[in-house]
Each structure stands twice: as C-alpha cells, then as structure tokens.
C-alpha cells in the first residue's frame, strides 16, 4: 500500500532563514510525487510536481529514491510563505491511476 | 478560467440526519474526485470518476455515503445517516483525465464543504 509521511505537524522559522519540509514516501512503483499548499483562507493548490524538475516561489523538491524521500526547500524563507504543505504521491498504475495519498501536512510559520 | 465550485460552504447537521454536496468541476475536466479531510489530517479520497464511471471508491463507507455524476458533470455526495465522526471537510477536486500526460493529473480544488455534526 502507498503512504505518505510528513513527520512534523509544526515547523516555525525567521524570515530569510532556510526552510525544509520533510517528505517520505512509500510505493512498490515507480514514483510520481507533489507538494500541494493551502494558504489562509484558500484552495488547496499545487505548488509543485517532482517531474518538472521546477522551482516555484523559490521552492524546489528532490526525489530520492534510495531514501524514499521528496523532501521540500527554500533557502531564504518569506512571511507569505506561511502556510499549510501536503505532500502527495500519484497512483500511476492499475485501475486507480490518478488517485493521490496526502501525508498528513505541515503547518510552516515563518516569524519577522 | 472559473475554478472548482462546491456548495454549500458549511454545514451543520444532527446524528442520523442526511445531508448533500454538490460540485461543479471545472469545464471539459473527464476525471472527479470527492476527498474527505478530518481536522489535522491530510485528505483521503472517498470516490474516484472518469467522467460518469466510478473507477475507485475503496475507501467510501458505503453503508451511508454515496455519490453520484450522472451525467459526467456535477457530481453529489451524500450521507445518510450521518455519524458524529463524518464532521469534517469535504472537498471535490478534477483533472483533465487521467494519462501518463502529468499536466492531465494536475488535480484542482474547490473550497470545501465543512461539515459539522452534532
């Protein structure tokens, strides 16, 4: 069975001070991961897929297959980028292809 | 481009009363998705559509909810009865399809349906 692990439900920083969420992931196939963000009063969105190999609002994310993990960064961390983070695993196979395993989410604070 | 539109946006109910969702996804989307999300949790896919076939509903209680697309468009979600630990949000999401195309499985959200119950 696919899952998704965010171990940490908090994570607070200072502005312009690195940031990096944690992302681990189990599935038997070949991986397809995203992180998604819901900031304040909005829509769930995508921020950003692991196939496009694309930085977004200066976040990047590497999948590591030996460590099973897509572990989501920015190197100088902005106010507005306080939000809640899900990371989310594609099922690229069989009869449920398209569906996605959230993890459970991190909230990241970034403080003035 | 109008986004994914769900009503109503709150909901507050009484055990074993029914209650009903609706989404509009967004316009030529094939494939629909109705997630429930319980409060500190990441959402979990109840029902799965191509257009208006179910490919998965695993993990949809179906006891009490059921879901609907029958004309492949707007989908509902109901429960009936509802049960204390149905309070959660409920949220419908769609996508062109389904391909190893990945701007096909680009998933959009709606706001959310939160329901409450009492």
């Known amino acids: 069975a696919q899952r998704v692990t965010q171990p940490e439900k908090l994570l607070s920083v200072f502005k312009g001070a690195p940031v990096e969420l944690k992302c681990n992931y189990s599935?038997?196939?070949?991986?397809?991961l995203f992180w998604y963000v819901q900031y304040s009063r909005q829509r769930l969105q995508l921020l950003l897929r692991?196939?496009s190999r694309e930085s977004i609002k200066g976040f990047t994310a590497d999948l590591n297959k030996g460590e099973t993990s897509f572990h989501l960064k920015k190197p100088f961390a902005q106010e507005e980028d306080s939000a809640m983070y899900y990371c989310?695993?594609?099922?690229?196979?069989?009869?449920?292809?398209?569906?996605?395993?959230f993890g459970q989410g991190t909230i990241l604070t970034v403080h003035p | 481009e109008a986004g994914v539109a769900q009503s109503p946006r709150y909901k507050i109910i009484e055990k074993r009363q029914s209650v009903a969702f609706w989404c509009n996804p967004i316009?030529?989307?094939?494939?629909l998705y109705w997630y429930q999300q319980i409060l500190g949790q990441g959402p979990k896919l109840l029902i799965q559509?191509?257009?208006?076939?179910?490919?998965?509903d695993s993990q949809l209680p179906k006891d009490r909810f059921s879901a609907e697309r029958l004309k492949g468009v707007d989908s509902t979600l109901k429960i009936q009865p509802a049960k204390l630990e149905d309070s959660a949000v409920y949220l419908c999401?769609?996508?062109?399809?389904?391909?190893?195309?990945?701007?096909?499985?680009?998933?959009?959200f709606g706001p959310g349906t939160r329901l409450t119950v009492l």
């Open positions: 999401a769609s996508s062109l399809g389904t391909s190893g195309r990945a701007f096909r499985n680009e998933q959009f």
């Open positions: 599935y038997s196939g070949s991986p397809e």
């Open positions: 692991h196939i």
């Open positions: 989310a695993l594609l099922n690229a196979g069989g009869t449920s292809y398209g569906k996605l395993t």
């Open positions: 316009s030529g989307h094939a494939t």
């Open positions: 559509f191509q257009n208006n076939g179910v490919v998965d």
